[in-house]
């Protein structure tokens, strides 16, 4: 046939995920740690790796990591439920929670990867944009009065969207690109005002140093999701979990692929797990870096950083795609969101090194004297 049916409809006009990585000497763009894990532990990791069966398929849950995990939350193996990545688990979440018929709760401007899920399974999306800069905060009573209302009045969007009832939201805590937590008492009256399943993306909560996890008893809609990929730098190996109430867990090990984390990636886990404490001085390192970086950026001219509880700082530049370049040219690669929704004119830069951290904010100040030359 020298043709071919056309996909899915949901898929027309989408675009495949782009983490618009290009090799640079400081990739400060995928809020990556800049560092890899130590000698010591990948020593360990290399003789585990040893034992590994690679005639056999591996454990498809994970339990001896699962186990760890748990135990460190202080809960059951059947809290917990590990992913090939984070993503692997938010792209469940909209399987078992989305599909048509149903709605996801956005709140832009956030992670990309949520709303492009919900396109992908049929899911409406209704959206409760976020304020403005500097704090992007949450409009609290709007979401409150979105999952609270027997359907929502206007803002839904998506494959023949009509906006039933809220079904499931994510609450990135701290919100990836914009940098500040939700507050624990805004979580605590989201969960009480809905059943809708709510998944509170802890992925930077290391750098944050705040949980909902003196939440999860007491609401049984309530997800967190973790990762291995930032703050243990294993974002190469594709490792996250999930806590949640067995029965929750249980809609999720119906909707996952079996076999999705492997057995190398398990074995690494469970070194890098048991090693976690190795990673402290790291990210005590990134937060003091981080306050240095805004800091030093609040006095180029022409440049307003975010506040940020994260890895990262997002901020205005004048003409910021230019300043992008600029940067790039000079061998440091920052992530553009210049031209996307509710972000128009910034950059977000993850906090490398203190050297690459230097050669960014050097790179930075040039190009804004430069321009008021
Ligand atoms: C990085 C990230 C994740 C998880 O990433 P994985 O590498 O797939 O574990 C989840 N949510 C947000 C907001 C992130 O930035």
């Not at 206007?154 to 507050?183: E, K, Q, W």
Request: aromatic share 8%; glycine share 8%.
């Amino acid at each position: 046939m020298d043709r071919v049916r056309a996909a899915a409809p949901q898929l027309a006009g989408l675009a495949p995920y782009d983490p618009k990585y290009v090799p640079a000497d400081a990739v400060m763009s995928a809020n990556e740690n800049p560092l890899d894990v130590g000698e010591d532990v990948r020593r360990d990791i290399e003789r585990a790796i040893r034992k590994v069966s690679l005639n056999r398929y591996p454990d498809p849950l994970a339990n001896e990591l699962r186990d760890m995990i748990a135990e460190a939350n202080g809960l059951e193996r059947d809290w917990v439920l590990v992913g090939n990545g984070g993503d692997e688990l938010l792209f469940d979440t909209a399987l078992a929670w989305g599909g048509p018929g149903r709605t996801f709760l956005n709140l832009p401007p956030t992670f990309s990867v949520y709303a492009a899920n919900a396109r992908l399974t049929n899911t409406a999306v209704v959206d409760v944009p976020r304020g403005g800069a500097p704090d992007f905060a949450i409009d609290e009573e709007a979401v409150l009065a979105a999952v609270g209302g027997e359907g929502v009045a206007g803002g839904a969007s998506g494959a023949g969207a009509v906006g039933g009832p809220v079904d499931f939201t994510i609450i990135a805590s701290p919100n990836n690109p914009t940098g500040l937590r939700a507050s624990q008492e805004f979580m605590q009256r989201l969960l009480s005002a809905t059943d809708a399943l709510v998944v509170a993306d802890e992925a930077y909560f290391e750098f944050s140093r705040m949980t909902s996890r003196p939440l999860l008893e007491a609401n049984r809609n309530l997800v967190l999701l973790r990762t291995f990929s930032k703050a243990f730098s294993l974002a190469g190996v594709r490792l996250g979990y999930i806590l949640a109430h067995p029965d929750v867990i249980e809609e999720y090990l119906k909707v996952r692929q079996p076999y999705s984390v492997d057995a190398v990636s398990q074995a690494i886990g469970r070194v890098v797990y048991e090693s976690r404490a190795k990673f402290e001085p790291g990210i005590r390192s990134i937060i003091e870096e981080r306050d240095r970086v805004t800091e030093a950026l609040k006095v180029i001219p022409g440049v307003r950083p975010y506040p940020s509880d994260s890895n990262w700082v997002l901020f205005s530049v004048e003409d910021a795609a230019e300043a992008w370049e600029h940067l790039y040219g000079r061998g440091i690669l920052v992530r553009d969101f210049s031209n996307a929704p509710l972000l128009e004119g910034t950059l977000r830069v993850t906090i490398g090194t203190p050297g690459q951290n230097d050669a960014f904010l050097s790179a930075l100040r040039d190009f804004c004297l430069r321009k008021r030359d």
